[in-house]
């Protein structure tokens, strides 16, 4: 978990607050993701990146937007806070040369919107 | 749609019990299957993994059976102790390994 950092691990806002989640890798890999965990869901993939000029859709992007500032560096914006954005937050990164392309996880972020 | 689906939500076993969890996929062309283990307040972290060219791989106490025709695998963890005390996700990729597609989830307790 070391290599992959989040910030901050915990944040309460308000609905219609703009956030910024921050995820950094040490890990050299090029691809970063970015997932939601809410209870009985599982993980859910937001966005996804595989090289800084690329960033993709995932299956929930809807109220979501990301920068990809750096190789090192992920972000994950909500544009404008509501409820049901509360959930768990992971940053994830993975490196497409190794055959099983494991995916590392940051520690996660807690986001409470009130 | 989740297009893995996986039970139970949760389990609870006696230390020294069999711990087995479920997962049944959609999408054919799902050729890569870990299962992830997370620890209260940490990321998942990979625990195992399988293709479909083998019906079995086993890793410690830890053994993947895969079904192919059935479009199922499951995660058997032997010899279960208090530390493997967690949650399980079960995942599919496709050839290109990297958009995972997760399972619900499962919590596991192990008694002692």
């Given amino acids: ?114 | 749609q989740q297009q893995v689906k996986q039970s139970p939500q949760s389990l609870i076993v006696q230390k020294g019990g069999i711990s087995i969890i479920n997962c049944a996929y959609e999408n054919t062309a799902f050729d890569y299957f870990p299962w992830y283990q997370q620890f209260p307040g940490k990321g998942p972290a990979l625990l195992i993994a399988i293709r479909p060219d083998v019906s079995e791989k086993k890793e410690g106490r830890f053994t993947i059976s895969f079904n192919k025709s059935a479009k199922q695998f499951s995660l058997h963890i032997m010899d279960s102790q208090p530390g493997d005390s967690a949650t399980y996700f079960c995942a599919a990729a496709d050839s290109s390994g990297s958009r995972l597609t997760f399972g619900e989830g499962t919590q596991l307790t192990v008694n002692p």
């Fill in chain 1, 1 to 114: 978990d070391a290599d992959v950092t989040q910030t901050p691990r915990n944040r309460i806002t308000k609905t219609g607050k703009r956030i910024m989640l921050e995820c950094s890798q040490t890990k050299g890999h090029d691809r970063m993701y970015w997932y939601r965990q809410d209870p009985g869901l599982g993980l859910r993939l937001i966005y996804y990146s595989f090289d800084v000029k690329d960033i993709n859709k995932g299956e929930i992007s809807d109220g979501y937007s990301v920068s990809r500032q750096a190789q090192a560096k992920f972000s994950l914006s909500l544009e404008s806070a509501i409820p049901n954005q509360t959930a768990l937050y992971f940053c994830a990164t993975s490196d497409p040369r190794d055959s099983g392309e494991t995916q590392y996880f940051g520690p996660g972020t807690r986001l409470l919107v009130l």
